[in-house]
């Protein structure tokens, strides 16, 4: 039996971040959390994760500055973006990076769980919708 997938979820604000992983593991998904896009750069998760949510405003390097950092590694690792602050003109740089979905906060947790099923798909693993 394969294991869950891995979600790996990036957020200065521990309460996004603990509201997150629960919505996550309550899909039977693994989640792990990280307080900075540096923290999750340093882990052994990166290539190892089947999609990163992340805040799209943070202290040190930005979620867009990550999604840069990994796209020029090759890495393709779908990404959810979440915002406080929602801008056109971020939303359409990610999107046009690849960006699975562009939330802005506080979001539904069925249009994350949307999101989730499409990152999932493609990165190739079973949807956790209905």
């Known amino acids: 039996m394969s294991s869950p997938p891995m979600i790996s979820i990036i957020d200065d604000d521990e309460s996004v971040r ?3 992983e629960s ?3 309550s899909l039977g998904l693994t989640a792990r959390t990280f307080a900075s896009a540096e923290a999750f750069l340093d882990s052994a998760l990166v290539g190892n994760t089947a999609c990163v949510i992340t805040d799209v405003q943070m202290p040190g390097m930005s979620g867009v500055e990550l999604q840069s950092v990994l796209r020029s590694k ?3 690792t779908p990404l ?3 915002t ?3 801008e056109e003109r971020i939303r359409r740089q990610v999107d046009a990076a690849g960006a ?3 939330l802005a906060k506080p979001f539904d947790g ?8 499409r990152a999932l798909g493609a990165a190739g693993a079973a949807p956790v919708g209905p």
Do not use: Q
């Open 18 to 20: 603990v509201a997150t």
């Open 23 to 25: 919505l996550v593991r």
């Open 74 to 76: 090759g890495d393709t």
């Open 80 to 82: 959810i973006f979440i």
């Open 84 to 86: 406080a602050f929602p």
């Open 100 to 102: 699975i979905g562009f």
């Open 110 to 117: 069925s249009a994350m769980i949307a999101c989730i099923d």
